[in-house]
Each structure stands twice: as structure tokens, then as C-alpha cells.
């Protein structure tokens, strides 16, 4: 009963002192408050895990490194902040360490828990406490024998990045060996038996993707592995798709509700199809990788193929254009303007230098192929965007030439729109965006681009303004097209 009083005394004395949304307030009270729990009840278990865990709770991943401490209370200040020091300096983070270790097998779920805490997770924390103090061989012996404790399979993903970080960082030059024993504890989070056997991911639950994907894909990778990284890449591939083949199965007003996200899980399972593409490229199977990508770009949605973050797609498939066994120039400008010419005022994963380079030589030796004069202009645009003011003459001079060589082409008027909009001749701009909608009423960019324009004429028409932002809330929302014919093709690739 008195333990109980003090506590509520305490606790509302505390508090009263954070400020709201103060997250570091909040522990440094609470750590306080723990401090007094603990001079009456100066073995409490439960109080001793809460305090480490606000004291001295570092999150690990594959890029986390081992370092000597720079101060005598150091190690317990991850993300430090100045307020913390003397709060945190007379907390023995290894002594309390030691002490569950020797005298507690579990906690059960308390205060700010959310699972049961084992033996396992004392000595992961204390192999932590080693890491972080430059002891990484001490580190490593912890973290392996808290993995012969059972660990559930939270504990066990946080316990197996850690080791790996630690094969991982242990050189600073490339080791093959290394690379594999940090693989071999990816595997432990993702095992091998995945990479084969697509899971069956549902949205808002811990099981809509894999923990460390991206480090096992990258790893594989650096050791070679090229045979398991493509199965696991299609698998990956097929456990979104078939998530995204689920939600688009559910109602209009679920689908409205989440126009992005579904659309984002789409991407994600064509983007790791890619990666197979890729794969093939590097080591010269074009024809798979060309069925791949075809593949990929044909099961974009079509109100959604001029976004930006396909630019890479259609610029693999260009390269490939200009393979001997699959030489075709007309393909591989087509493609090269798809990466290009897309909206966005960005590339994502092109260099545009190397499109310059490429494209300059394709005009030299076709300079009557109009596509690649838009594409000129599009870089130049691309490439000055950052700068105060984009070169007007140089880049309608461009614009023109395709117009002259026969080219109709929604992103000539476009681009136009763009540059009068940067010149603040906002009316001329208008009338630009209105051809590019007059050649192609489904691209989103250009309705956005003429309301921000329209929004900053006084007095504009109102019923105009709210005619394109009725025709935007038409557009935006993604065509959803069912993938299982493109999945039961994975399994060809």
C-alpha cells in the first residue's frame, strides 16, 4: 500500500514537469521516478528491465558498428542529448545487466511491454553493451549464447542482425568470408526455405514483408549467389502480387481509402522482378531479361506508366536495344524517351550524363528522328531545374524541331508549360497545358501543373478550378488490373 501511494505521488509530481509530445522529458521522469521505486523496493525485476530499457535500448542493423566510448557514461547514450547525462550517470547498466542474468528467468508483460522478457534478452542486451564499448568479441560471444536460449522471434531478428553487423563491419575492405557469415545469420531471420515458397503477406500485420530483405538481397549479391538471389528476388515478387491481387479484390471504398498503398505493393513486386532483369543483363542472358522487363512494363497500369519511378525499366530496356542480337535503333529511342521524358523533374537510379552522351551521339547519326530532340530538351530542362531560370530559347528551339520533323507528342506542349510557368507567364502556360490535355487527358502531372497555376490568378473562375480538381479525383485513382497471369509467368523466367 505505501509502495502504491508513493508511486502515485511520484508519478504525478513528475509528469506534471514534461512538456506535451517530450519524449526525452518523459524518460528522463520516469527514470527518475524508477530511481524511487527502486530505494523501496531496491530488487524489483520489472523496474530494473524498464529502467535499461529507456537507459541503454539501441536499435542494431547490418551497418552498425563497434567503437571505443568517448566519455565514462557514453554507452548509454544513444541518440544523445545533453538533459540525459545527469540523469543516466549513476545508472550501472552492466551491473543491473548482471544482476537479472543471476537472479531473474522471465518477466512477465508489465509497464510499457508488450511481450514476456527472458534470460535471452538480458544477455542480448548485455552483448550490446560490449558492442558499443569496443568490445566486439565479447559482444559476439553473448549474442550466440542468448541464441541457444530459445529467443522468440522478435528477440531472435534483433539477435541475428546484430551478429551479422558484426561480420559485416569487422573489415573495412572486402572479405568474402565475412560477407558469408553475415549471410548465414540473415538466414536465421529469413531462411532459405523462403527464398523458394512466397509467403502469403497481409497489410497491417508484421507479416507484409521480411525483416532485412534488403540486406539479404544486397548480400547475396556481394558473395555471388546469383542462383539463390533470383529465387528469392521471384519470390519476393509473387508475395506482393499476390497481396496486391488481394486488395484490389475488396471494396471501391477500401480501394479509395488506400490508392496508394495498393498501387505502392504493385511497385514493390515489379520492382524486385526487376532486380531478375538486372540480373540477367550483368551476366548477358538478354532474352530473359527482355521478356522480364516487357513483362514489367506491361503490367503497369496505363494512368500510371507515365510516373517517373519507372524511368529505370524503360532504360534497361533501351541498353538492350543496342545489343547486337537485339539491335533496333527505333526501340531504343523509344525506351531512352520513356526514361526521359517522364513528368517528374527527376530521374531516379539514371545518370544524365550519360543519357547526354548517348543522346548527342543518336542525333549525329539520326538527326531526323524527332523523339530525340524531345528528349534533348527534356534533359536540358531536367538537368537546369535546380538552377535559377532553365535556358527558354535553347530548349523551344529543341521542342520546335520535333514539331517540324512530324513528332505530336503531349510533352512537347508540356515542357513548354513548364518553362512559361518558371517565366511567370502563367497564360501562356495555360494554353500549353491545354494542348498537352487536348493530345492526353490522362496524365495527371499536367492537370496538377495548371491548377498550382490557376490557384494564383486572382478572381480566377471558380467552377473551372473545380472542374480540373473533379477530373484530378477521376484520374489519380490507379486502374488496378489483376497480376495472376503475370505470377504464373515468374515461375518461367
Known sequence: MKLLLYTIIFTLSLNLSAQPGDIIGWRINRVKEINGLLKIDTNNHQLLWERLEIVFNPHFNLYTQTRKP????????????????????????????NYLIEHTTTIKKGFNQWKKITTADFIYKKGQYYYLNGQPEQALENYLIALQKNPDSYLLNRISISIAAYYYTLDTTFNLENL???LEYIDIAIPKEIENTPETFERFTDKNHHPFERNKIMLLELTNKNERLKKYLKSLAKSHLRLYNKEIKKSDDYKKGHSHSIPSTLDKGLNYLFKVAENYYKVEEYEKSKRILELIIGSIPDNRKKYSYYDTYYYLLAKIYTKKCYKNTNLEIDNLINTIGSPSHHLRGVALNQLKTKLNQLIINNPNKPKLFLGKSFLIYKESINSKMVDKKEIFNLLDTSQNLGLVDYRIPYLKGLIFTQYLEYDKAIVEFDKSIAISDRNLNVYWEKLKILRKIPNYDNEKIEAIKAKLKKIQQPDFNDTTELINQIDEL
Do not use: C, P, Q, W
Open 180 to 182: 558469408e557469415k553475415a
Open 70 to 97: 568517448i566519455s565514462k557514461s557514453d554507452f548509454m547514450l544513444i541518440g544523445d542529448d545533453h538533459r540525459l547525462r545527469n540523469t543516466y550517470k549513476n545508472v550501472d547498466v552492466l551491473a543491473d545487466i
